[in-house]
């Protein structure tokens, strides 16, 4: 069942990853199958060290942030189509609330390793 989901999630990555080619925002989706498929190799590979699970994900937020901010100072064209500000504004907000989702579970998890 994970191989299955690894498998799709993986063919969803390279799909979106074509995609952003044409559309910055499109590397924000990309990044987010990127942390769903590298989460699912941790899985199925059954690593133990949770210090490295917990950690992974933030230069690749890092890198959502930065497309966001790419887009918001340099991309100004996009703010002004309102299907394209609806998606960016739409970005930010799950961004946000991933980031903050995030640390309060890594938080969490993080205090029972030590």
Known sequence: ????????????????????FGDILYLFVSLMILIIVLRLIFLIKNYNHKKI????????????????????????EYLKDPLYSFIFYS???LFIGYVIFYTFYIKKEYSKIL
Request: proline share 4%.
């Open 91 to 93: 970005f930010l907000m």
């Open 1 to 20: 069942m994970r191989k299955d989901m690894l498998i799709t999630s993986t063919i969803a990555l390279i799909i979106s990853l074509f995609y952003s």
């Open 53 to 76: 699970y917990y950690i992974f994900p933030f230069p690749i937020m890092v890198l959502q942030g930065l497309v966001l901010t790419y887009t918001f100072l340099f991309r100004s």
